[in-house]
């Protein structure tokens, strides 16, 4: 396996006695290079003695050498500058576009580092690597959790960089998104999305000062205005919005994409909804209220997300409830806070050059307590425990981008896996 002789060159995984190119001639790895992610030879700026003579230049590895011709590196000038082969089975000699004959040295993969990568994608437990998760040294497994935490929110981050660009610059409106998306929690995170997509909030801005007019466009706009509701409240929502519908030009999203079924009242669309336009009336400059935030106990007063007196008796239209005031939780604060603040003040410190607000949102998540949730509660059985919602957030990148792709080639964990050659139980 082509990626599997990758990972043995890059970690110089070899084989104990002296390398040699299939003409014979003695070789010394002095550096593998850089791995190269994108179109080109597969590692650049290699440092390779062969009989005496230090070559610097680039490694291109494959399975097979015939697999050299089949890609056509040898009419392609970008190859030119390829010191060595590196394949498993070197089954033809490989040539530059000008004809000259490149190096090649077979290297093979041990038999234990195989035993291990195949029992790593068969494993069905997670994390297939829990055997060894609690022999890993604390300084490694520290390392590594710092580094998903920060690819966690640079990912968040890019994210939010596409929706500012969707959104032609404008930082409030993918704010905003941003923050609708979270209200969906997971199960509407879509929708939710989708949603705010259709809201034309410089429509709306022109209604700011009236509630009743924002949940007309928020809730019209979400398709859940019924046009056989016979909802006293739901029929002037719904006549509101078609007047809002005809001089805005308005189109709704389909509420197929809308999931009801395994939720719970508070935590259901309408009422989320209904948080979002008392929120949206009572939050002007949203943005740069969050960049004020300079700990986590300010967020409750900014999410102050209460709703209009409608939705103080229903859950939903037509569905009358005890009254009660639906306002957010400080478990759903929390995980707004771990999601959505952290990430604007991380992604707009970036977008601005002001590092003190990336410091801002990793301090923030050091304070913060950890997600529980079957990932964390997973990594904690295998022996990771998370101490503090950067802890978590790191957990839950490193399931989601690395395990749920048996990408554990690319990860601190597989490395140890795979080397161990001795199958600890």
């Known amino acids: 396996m082509e990626v599997l002789l990758h990972y043995v060159w890059k970690h110089k995984i070899f084989p104990l006695e002296e390398l040699h190119t299939t003409s014979g001639e003695i070789v010394e790895v002095i550096d593998t290079g850089l791995s190269n992610e994108n179109a080109g030879p597969d590692f650049f700026n290699a440092k390779i003695k062969i009989n005496g003579t230090v070559w610097v230049g680039n490694v291109e590895i494959h399975e097979n050498a015939s697999d050299w011709f ?26 530059r576009a000008d004809g000259s004959i490149i190096p090649q040295l077979e290297l093979p993969v041990p038999s234990y580092v195989e035993d291990n990568y195949h029992e790593l994608f068969i494993t069905d437990t997670y994390p297939p690597c829990y055997r060894i998760v609690k022999t890993i040294p604390p300084l490694l497994t520290h390392n590594l959790i710092d580094a998903m935490q920060l690819e966690r929110l640079q990912q968040k981050s890019n994210m939010l960089f596409n929706r500012v660009s969707h959104c032609n610059g404008n930082w409030e409106e993918a704010v905003f998104i941003t923050l609708a998306r979270n209200f969906g929690f997971g199960l509407n995170g879509d929708a939710f999305e989708i949603w705010a997509n259709h809201i034309p909030l410089k429509a709306v801005d022109k209604h700011r000062d009236n509630l009743f007019q924002i949940e007309a466009f928020f809730f019209g706009q979400a398709g859940l205005l019924s046009t056989d509701s016979t909802d006293d409240y739901a029929v002037q929502l719904k006549k509101e919005y078609d007047y809002l519908a005809h001089k805005f030009q308005l189109q709704p999203m389909d509420p197929i994409h809308w999931r009801f079924a395994r939720t719970r009242p508070n935590n259901s669309p309408h009422i989320r909804i209904a948080q ?44 009358k409830s005890v009254s009660v005031t639906k306002s957010l939780s400080k478990t759903a604060i929390h995980l707004i806070v771990i999601n959505t603040i952290t990430t604007i003040l991380f992604a707009y410190g970036k977008h601005i050059g002001k590092d003190s607000l990336c410091e801002q949102a990793l301090n923030m998540l050091t304070v913060l307590k950890p997600e529980n949730n079957h990932i964390t509660r997973m990594w904690a059985k ?32 597989g490395y140890h896996y795979l080397k161990r050659q001795h199958h600890d139980e």
């Not at 981008?401 to 990408?407: A, I, P, Q, R, S």
């Open 276 to 319: 979002l336009a008392y929120l949206y009336q009572h939050s002007n400059n949203l943005l740069s209220r969050i960049v004020e935030i300079k700990v986590p106990s300010d967020v409750p007063t900014l999410l102050s997300a209460k709703t209009s007196d409608y939705w103080l008796t229903h859950y939903s239209f037509g569905k």
């Open 70 to 95: 089949l890609h056509r590196h040898d009419v392609d000038v970008h190859y030119d500058n390829v010191i060595l082969h590196v394949v498993k089975r070197a089954n033809t000699v490989v040539t």
């Open 382 to 413: 295998a022996g990771l425990v998370a101490q503090h919602a950067g802890d978590s957030q790191a957990l839950i990148q490193l399931k989601k981008e690395y395990c749920d792709h048996k990408k554990c080639l690319y990860c601190n964990l």
